[in-house]
C-alpha cells in the first residue's frame, strides 16, 4: 500500500513548527511550557449571525463552534451556582 502523499508534509510542517526533528518533539516541548497563552477564537466574529432560533451561523472557515463550545462549558459551570 503507498504511503498518502500528504503525511511527508505533515511531519516536515510539524518538525519546522518546533524545531525538532520528529513530531515527538514537539510534544515534549509543550509539556515543558511553564503557562498557556490566551486562546483567541475571534476567526469570523464579526460576520457571525444569531438565527431566530438562537443559533449562531458563521462561515465554514470561521471558529463560530469553537465559541459555541466555551459559551456552554460556561454556562454549565455558572447554572446553579457554579461547579462545587
Do not use: H
Not at 516536515?12 to 486562546?39: F, Q, Y
Not at 464579526?46 to 449562531?56: I, M, P, S, W, Y
Not at 462561515?59 to 459559551?71: A, F, H, L
Amino acid at each position: 500500500m503507498a504511503t498518502p502523499f500528504w503525511r511527508g508534509r505533515l511531519a516536515t510542517k510539524r518538525s519546522r513548527t518546533c524545531g525538532g526533528p520528529i513530531p515527538s518533539v514537539c510534544v515534549e516541548e509543550g509539556l515543558k511550557a511553564e503557562s498557556v497563552e490566551w486562546l483567541v477564537l475571534l476567526r469570523g466574529i464579526q460576520d457571525e449571525k444569531v438565527l431566530e432560533n438562537g443559533a449562531r451561523w458563521g462561515q465554514p472557515s470561521d471558529e463560530t463552534p469553537q465559541r459555541g463550545q466555551y459559551r456552554e462549558w460556561k454556562r454549565l459551570l455558572t447554572m446553579n451556582g457554579g461547579a462545587k
